[in-house]
């Protein structure tokens, strides 16, 4: 076979139109998908983009940076014969840098330890080790009822003005393991305000988790095309803390509905058939490229575990944003504006909420034997004081059973005593404690779902603690 | 001839000139690392390619090579237990290649050309035979009998026919015309494989859940669709059946989900056994898995394999069991590739041929008569998990689905925010197979079960009637009997149609399990009617102990089952109290 010689870097003339974030180049020689691609317009900062339609006779490049002031003749366009990289290395921990990898915080670039290309690679399904160690966040409505574990990824889905990413700076702030792990935190600012930026770094200014933090921040005011680069070159990077260096990535990616917003612009500037509310039609592919970066493999120490925040346009949760993350992710966090309404932090809706991978990480090798059966129960009864309290709006408290009525109690005590925690850290060990004290306050005959072995062990150990 | 070179690149699309003279859908190799690609198009000499892996970094200019022949897939010995991704290759062999992390460009045949299988003939030399015949058998693995097949189309004979520890490629014989016979053949996967003749169901696949083995049945050789928004409960629906329900071979496709989930399946596979036969789950599975990270052409390509491996073990007289999660995944990986081809688009994006498709892919499930001698029955049913976008069932893949499967196993996001699992919305999942599975279900099951069947429907019905009045007067403002019929629901919700998936004893449920379950609902009902009658206020039957003796029946063990059940017997005949 002859082999193409793919010329390193080729530099043209001018390209034959732009289009929004795309510019249209003739007769590149031999470009290659995914290209990486330099623009120089005299008088202006460089721009870089990616090729992401090669033709015989019109290559498409999309170009990262704003096109304000772009002239799309006069420009010199250079492919460079490489797909996207980025540094990566343990010496990005402590460091603040843009959504590019470029430093933020005045000091000179990291010399990192291998260029690696930000795009990823598929993790071999049978390479990956089915996640169970569990992690503690200290948050009752995640520890106890939607544990999380190792190499998930679980999205809080916030509305507007929820805290979302305050939720995910606590989880990150008490996730750190006891037990000397090596442990880090990467987090992916994307296109999330200066304030809300502020408000995750400044938690960890002042504690040791700074030191073991990356930081890449493409905030509001930044190209909004970058966006699409920052959670993959946040990923790389974590990546390769976790394989090449056994160590436990937490990845937070703020926020997500800004990263589709930057994808639907392509499309459009492309002028795709728009899908579901004129996002691309291979917007679920496109998330799954992310998403999927999460994982543990076999023979492999370290984890990347994700928490994306992810803002529901108008609070709807069917919304292609949160749907289709609600497809590929394993599970979801849904924050409430009723309970945050109410002054309820964090204010987690534990209905709607799921961890799909809670089951391996709970029970008497992770957390406490009876962990499933009191967290069904814990469901059972709020499910059926929820539906209650809808009937109660109509028919008064006297039209309800007796049963639904102590359901209705329990849902109030619920709210304010186990989910409310306000910003404080709570152990597994308390979480189950109260989960237990509020179920106690029910009839034995109606706590269906706790067998009668976890219903003596747990008579046997309170009485236990009381006698001593 | 000047070689075909790419002329264009977008996703997974590749366009070569010049290749007029190849064959739609003929198997191509793009581009240096020989990456494979399909035609999918020609116009002059311009071949449109969906490329099945990772396009990044191919260029202009790079050739194109044909092959030939469509995308095969190998099939012999050796299938179950493996676990091949879209295109067929075992994706343990390619972590030998590449190590964690998946490359493009890589081969890797289908079945291991080295192992040897102790081949048996039972054909003699001089008999005539043609495609379908039995030759011989392997003991595939413990008492699972492979038969090796003369391959379709094919007909002579057979002038040689020998046994022995045989590999895939060895010669087992051949016919008088020269036709060379082998364990193995390959077999294009779009291409339904032939059959004597369609046969009705005729008896239920038991799937080990009650609420789909009482309310909503599935025969064998039938296709059912399983559509809910995501958390709904269709991968542990899909998983639960793959592990605990019965049939003789299981193919699980996980197309274009998620890669946590394919080493949950690994991981709890490898440790299960068939509650039927007491034998590793693995050896009865065949895993296809194609990630929603891994390329977006080789999903459709994973939904035929899977079909035509089900085919080929159905040919021997199997029943095969496919379980696909999730068909939508299928259906967006046509209409991303239909998009790049700016093709019309028909409703919301979706190729104008999908519903087509669909109905061709379907119809491929179905209990058949097998070609050749000894006559052979076999079925494939077809289990699909569908993902409609906000859970909203009025779009194409869930429409198209509904048009040709026989039952609908519709999910409610409501209920599975309840927690009530598995998440079957009873009022608007139906079965088409309901009158046929009667039968046999009174006859294994219990001669009452179809009275049962109907008596738990109507209870549900009359449920949810009351719950709407109960909404507007309250529970309290309800006669005695419709008081009764609130808490008999209640019962059967989390008793009977619910199963916890992740309970030992409850993950899956025998049909005597099932019978008497409904069975003790019913006497429930029926004294609990009659105590009324006589006068005995509902707050004063004792339902309490009622329940936690459903409860008990619900998680027993094979071994306390009857005991619990004559239990619950004994509670409901007492609750009125003395
Ligand atoms: N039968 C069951 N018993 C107990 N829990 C269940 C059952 N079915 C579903 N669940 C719970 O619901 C969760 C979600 O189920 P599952 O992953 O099957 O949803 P899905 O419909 O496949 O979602 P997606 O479309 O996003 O893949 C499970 O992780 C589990 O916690
Ligand atoms: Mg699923």
Redesign the pocket.
């Known amino acids: 076979m002859t082999r193409i010689d793919v010329p390193i870097a080729r530099t043209y003339a001018g390209a034959a139109s732009a289009a929004g974030p795309l510019i249209f180049v003739h007769s590149t020689k031999r470009a290659k998908l995914g290209e990486w691609v330099y623009i120089e317009t005299e008088g202006q900062e460089d721009r870089r983009g990616q090729v992401i339609d090669v033709g015989t006779e019109v290559t498409v490049i999309q170009i990262f940076e704003d096109t304000l002031g772009l002239k799309p003749a006069t420009s010199k366009i250079t492919l460079t014969g490489e797909t996207a990289t980025t540094i990566a290395g343990r010496d990005l921990l402590g460091r603040a840098l843009s959504g590019t990898g470029a430093p933020l915080d005045g000091l000179p670039p990291p010399i990192g330890e291998a260029r690696l290309p930000i795009w990823g690679a598929p993790i071999n399904p049978v390479r990956r080790h089915h996640p169970s160690d569990f992690i503690e966040t200290g948050v009752s409505a995640i520890d106890g009822m939607n544990t999380v574990v190792r190499g998930q990824k679980l999205p809080v889905f916030s509305g507007p003005g929820l805290p979302g990413v305050e939720l995910a700076a606590d989880i990150v702030e008490n996730a750190r393991p006891t037990r000397g792990e090596p442990f880090a935190v990467v987090f992916a600012a994307i296109g999330i305000t200066e304030r809300e930026t502020q408000s995750f770094v400044s938690r960890f200014r002042e504690s040791e988790v700074m030191e073991r933090t990356v930081l890449f921040l493409n905030q509001a005011a930044d190209p909004t095309i970058e966006r699409l680069l920052t959670p993959r070159v946040a990923l790389t990077t974590a990546e390769h803390l976790a394989f090449t260096h056994g160590v436990h990535v937490l990845v937070v990616m703020a926020d997500i509905t800004h990263y589709a917003e930057a994808l639907r612009e392509v499309a459009a500037a492309r002028e795709e058939i728009p899908g579901r509310r004129g996002y691309p039609g291979y917007m679920y592919t496109d998330l799954a490229g992310l998403f999927e970066r999460a994982g543990v493999l076999k023979d492999s120490p370290g984890s990347v575990t994700q928490l994306p925040v992810v803002t529901l346009p108008d609070d709807d949760i069917t919304h292609p944003i949160p749907d289709l993350t ?3 992710t ?2 979801q966090i849904v924050l409430s504006r009723e309970l945050h309404q109410r002054a309820i932090y964090p204010p987690v809706d534990v209905l709607p909420s ?6 391996a990480g709970i029970g008497e090798d992770h957390t406490v034997g009876e962990h499933r059966e009191w967290a069904d129960q814990l469901y059972a009864i709020y499910a059926r004081g929820r539906e209650a309290k809808l009937m109660a709006a109509i028919v008064g408290r006297e039209g309800l059973t007796p049963g639904d009525r102590r359901a209705l109690d329990f849902i109030d005590e619920f709210e304010k005593s186990f989910i409310h925690q306000g910003r404080s850290r709570r152990g597994l060990e308390d979480t189950i404690r109260i989960g237990w004290s509020l179920l106690e306050t029910l009839p034995r005959d109606e706590l269906t779902r706790i067998s009668d072995e976890s219903w003596e062990a747990r008579r046997r150990s309170a009485s236990g603690k009381e006698g001593s | 001839m000047t070689k075909a070179r790419i002329t264009r690149i977008a996703g997974a699309i590749a366009e070569a000139q010049p290749l007029g003279d190849a064959a739609l859908y003929e198997l191509v190799e793009v581009g240096e690392r020989g990456l494979l690609g399909e035609v999918i198009r020609l116009r002059g000499d311009v071949a449109t390619i969906q490329v099945f892996e990772e396009t990044s970094g191919l260029a202009l200019e790079e050739p194109v090579r044909r092959t030939g022949s469509s995308l095969m897939t190998q099939l012999g010995p050796g299938l179950l237990g493996s676990i091949l991704d879209g295109v067929g290759r075992p994706l343990q062999g390619l972590a030998g290649q590449s190590g964690n992390f998946l490359a493009a460009g890589m081969t890797m045949p289908t079945l291991d050309p080295k192992a040897r299988w102790s081949f048996s003939p039972t054909a003699k030399p001089g008999m005539v035979v043609r495609g379908g015949d039995v030759l011989g058998v392997i003991e595939e693995r413990p008492d699972m009998m492979h038969r090796i097949l003369v391959p379709p189309g094919i007909e002579g004979r057979l002038e040689d026919i020998r046994g022995g520890e045989l590999t895939i490629s060895d010669s087992i014989g051949a016919l008088e015309d020269g036709t060379a016979l082998s364990l193995s053949h390959t077999w294009p996967i779009r291409e339904r494989r032939p059959m004597a003749r369609r046969l009705p169901g005729d008896r239920p696949f038991i799937t080990g859940q009650r609420v789909f083995d009482l309310l909503f049945p599935v025969v064998e050789g039938g296709s059912v669709a399983v559509p ?13 059946l793959a592990k605990y329900a019965k049939a003789d071979v299981m193919v699980y496709i996980g197309c274009g ?2 890669g946590n ?1 394919m080493a949950e399946v690994l991981h709890d596979f490898s440790r299960l056994t068939d509650p039927l036969t007491g034998r590793p789950i693995m050896d009865r599975t065949i895993l296809i898995v194609n990630t929603s990270n891994m390329p977006v052409a080789a999903r459709d390509a994973s939904v035929y394999l899977g079909m035509t491996i089900a085919e080929y073990y159905r040919d021997m007289g199997y029943h095969v069991a496919i379980l696909a ?2 068909l939508s995944r299928w259906a967006e990986a046509l209409r991303e590739i239909a998009a790049r081809l700016q093709e019309m688009p028909g409703e919301e994006g979706y190729p104008t041929y999908l519903a087509n498709r669909m109905s061709r892919l379907y119809e491929r499930a179905g209990r058949v008569e097998s070609e050749g001698e000894p006559s052979r029955t076999g079925a494939v049913t077809f289990i699909t ?1 569908i ?1 409609p976008p906000g859970g909203d069932f009025a779009e194409p893949v869930t429409q198209a689905a509904l048009r040709v499967v026989g039952a609908l196993w519709a ?1 409610d996001p409501r209920l ?1 925010h309840q ?1 009530q ?3 079957v919305d009873w009022d608007t999942s139906y079965s088409l197979y309901a009158e046929t599975t009667t039968e046999w279900f009174g006859k294994e099951g219990g001669e009452d079960w179809p009275k049962l069947r109907t008596e738990t429907i109507r209870l549900l019905q009359r449920d949810r009637e009351l719950r709407e009045i109960a909404g507007l007067v309250g529970v309290e403002a309800l006669e005695d009997s419709d008081r009764l019929v609130l808490e008999g629901a209640r019962i059967a919700r989390e008793f009977l149609i619910g ?4 309970h030992p004893h409850d993950a899956f449920s025998s049909v005597f399990k099932t019978y008497h379950l409904a069975r003790l609902l019913w006497a429930l009902m029926s004294t609990g009617t009659a105590a009324l009658g006589e006068g005995v206020a509902f707050d004063k039957l004792d339902l309490a102990a009622v329940r936690v003796a459903f409860g008990a029946v619900k998680t027993a063990s094979p071994e306390t089952l009857e005991q619990r059940i004559a239990d619950a017997g004994q509670r409901i005949s007492e609750m009125r109290g003395e």
């Open positions: 609600g497809y590929i394993e599970g799921l961890s799909r991978l809670m089951n | 809910g928004g995501f958390g709904t409960g269709k991968t542990v629906i899909e998983q639960s989900e998620r989930e999660d999730s998990a993902s999910l599975a927690r699992f598995p998440a199963q916890n998936a992740f």
